[in-house]
């Protein structure tokens, strides 16, 4: 039998890790993300035309917020974080409106939209259940591919980010000695050298770079050491004029992609928290869109852009070996203090381009690894391929411009030269055309218990006689019905008390290879999913009788899919024809 565990990890989502160890990581992932909470809404600032106190004022505001919120997703408290590593920062798919917003009706307006967006993120969290059939490891793996695609001109442009006076060879032997030190230590060491890999490779470049001169000592010595901005809000505008309703649509629509990207960010880096591999929970799901909602109230409160959680952690988990939470609160807690420390702030953005570059090469790489993983855990056929392949090309092609580059620039604000808005959006379209082109779906209610097992029966021995399926399929579809119903009664039976009876919701409809049967019932604790894939092994700890269910279950459905939410259990299982 295969292993379930995963060898590279060492440390996981729930394992205590060594102060000095959480300080180092959360240094690297701050080292790699403060930068944008501070460039994105300078960047929109002052397009804006903005004043420099407000500028101020907006940086500061950015990168605590972003620090508070990157803790708040580590921590997990009831329905709010996710309980993983996910950092937050500043969402450069608003730059465009954020710019038009403060022109059409000021930096009030831009209040206006963000805190609205906000509240829509917190209706997706709670309804998230309602798009799983969207929101699709195809569709999540397909974004997340996508985002070393959006950051690649960022990236690249990076390598030769030095002063004019430098030499010519400086940028590429800097950026150089970055990558190699990454990579080598990363292939060729397995203990603790390779958690270290790429701050080495940072320090390492930066040392280099220095040498010719690359590194920015004068911001360092000219920051001062202490700094609280004076805070400048412009207000909200609650006027909810025309320039309002023009923009809320595409507020909403880019609210939706990058709500989009961390749901995928979360599914990413669930897929590498853990050492033994384990189904997707959609509760953390929820409580990370929370967070960003929760962070995007706060932003569009202090009148900064909106955020959203980034996937990095997840490629440095993969690179490193550790994936624990303390990881996530030390990065945060690093994050607020440097936006209270500005020459801290000026250590980070005085590493040398080449370097940052380099290093964010390495890491965009790791992260379309993780995409793909995302996009193969539920299996790949044929359809899940083509949307994902189409999609992928769909937005690298609008991100080069290489499709209608003049259309797509005028088309509200070049909204659409995005590559994650594009590729996600057709993504998304294709499921859901999938979805309401699917046969027709048969629905009943009743108790979940097992005194609802004939009536379940003759539900589908109907729903097999309606599709011209012989009798035996439509047994095999009894006994599926019965091991899923026995297997989700299971707490019951072992005296867990329910504020009140359980009611189980069985949907039946056909697809290409066979039938699938949904069930969908109240919330449960433990995930049908992880224990079928764990039988057989000798740590685990599944009662006799619940043993036996989950066998049958396996040996008569061809797959297994339990999606838990806070408000809902969904069971998804397969059974094909032959």
């Known amino acids: 039998m295969e292993s379930t565990r995963e060898s590279g990890l060492r440390y996981q989502a729930d394992d ?26 300078t960047a929109v600032m002052r397009a804006a035309g903005a004043s420099e106190a407000h500028l101020t004022w907006v940086v500061f505001a950015s990168v605590a917020i972003c620090g508070i919120t990157t803790v708040l997703q580590a921590c997990r408290f009831g329905r709010i974080g996710a309980g993983h590593v996910i950092v937050m920062s500043s969402a450069a798919a608003f730059i465009g409106l954020a710019i038009d917003a403060i022109d059409r009706g000021g930096a009030a307006l831009l209040v206006t939209l ?22 699709t490891p ?37 950026a150089m000695a970055t990558v190699l030190a990454i990579v080598l230590i990363a292939l060729k060491s397995g203990g603790v050298l390779r958690l ?25 010595t000219s920051a001062s050491w202490l700094g609280f901005p004076h805070a400048t809000w412009p207000g909200i505008d609650l006027d909810f004029g025309p320039a309002f309703w023009s923009l809320i649509p595409a507020f909403l629509l880019v609210t939706l992609i990058v709500t989009l990207r961390s749901i995928s960010s ?7 928290s853990w050492r033994r591999k384990r189904a997707v929970d959609f509760r953390a799901v929820q409580g990370t869109v929370n967070v960003d909602g929760i962070s995007n109230l706060l932003s569009g409160l202090a009148g900064t852009i909106p955020n959203t959680g980034y996937s990095i952690s997840a490629a440095l988990a993969e690179l490193t070996g550790v994936a624990a939470r303390g990881v996530g609160i030390a990065t945060g807690a690093i994050v607020v ?3 209270l420390f500005p020459k801290a702030l000026a250590v980070v953005l005085a590493i040398p381009g080449p ?20 996009l193969l855990q539920d299996g790949l056929d044929y359809r899940k391929g083509l949307i994902a392949c189409i999609a992928f090309w769909i937005g690298l092609g609008f991100e080069m411009e290489m499709i209608f580059p003049q259309q797509t620039a005028a088309f509200a604000g070049g909204l659409f030269s995005n590559a994650m808005t594009t590729g996600g959006l057709a993504a998304i379209l294709m499921t859901l055309f999938l979805e309401l082109t699917e046969s027709r779906r048969s629905r009943m209610d009743d108790a979940l218990e097992r005194s609802a097992l004939p009536r379940i029966r003759e539900f589908l021995r109907g729903f097999a006689a309606g599709e011209g399926w012989s009798d035996e399929m439509a047994h095999r579809l009894e006994a599926v019905a019965e091991e899923a119903l026995l297997s989700l009664v299971q ?59 989950l066998r049958l279950l396996k040996h008569h459905a061809s797959s297994v899919r339990h999606q838990q939410y806070h408000d809902i259990d969904i069971v998804t299982v397969h059974v094909n024809l032959a």
């Open 16 to 41: 205590r890790i060594p102060l000095p160890l959480a300080l180092g990581l959360g240094l690297q992932l701050t080292a790699l993300i403060v930068a944008i909470p501070i460039l994105i809404p």
């Open 114 to 135: 963000v805190v609205a967006a906000s509240l829509f993120q917190f209706l997706l969290s709670a309804r998230l259940a309602l798009f799983r059939r969207i929101l």
């Open 138 to 174: 195809a569709v999540s793996g397909t974004v997340l591919m996508l985002v070393p695609v959006t950051a690649m001109e960022v990236i690249f442009g990076m390598l030769d980010q030095v002063p004019a006076s430098s030499p010519t060879h400086a940028a590429p032997l800097t």
């Open 196 to 220: 270290w890999a790429p701050v080495i490779g940072v320090v390492a470049g930066s040392v280099f770079g220095g040498f010719f001169g690359l590194y920015d000592f004068e911001r360092v």
């Open 266 to 272: 979360c599914v990413a880096v669930q897929s590498v």
């Open 337 to 339: 203090l440097l936006a």
């Open 355 to 374: 370097v940052v570059g380099g290093y964010l090469a390495v890491l965009m790489a790791m992260l379309f690894l993780v995409g793909v993983r995302v």
């Open 491 to 549: 707490e019951e039976d072992a005296g867990q008390e329910r504020a009140g009876p359980r009611r189980l919701r069985l949907v039946a409809y056909r697809d290409k290879a066979g039938a699938v049967l949904e069930f969908a019932a109240a919330p449960r604790d433990d995930n049908i999913q992880d224990r079928l894939a764990v039988l057989g092994d000798p740590e685990d700890d599944i009662s006799p009788g619940h043993d036996v269910s």
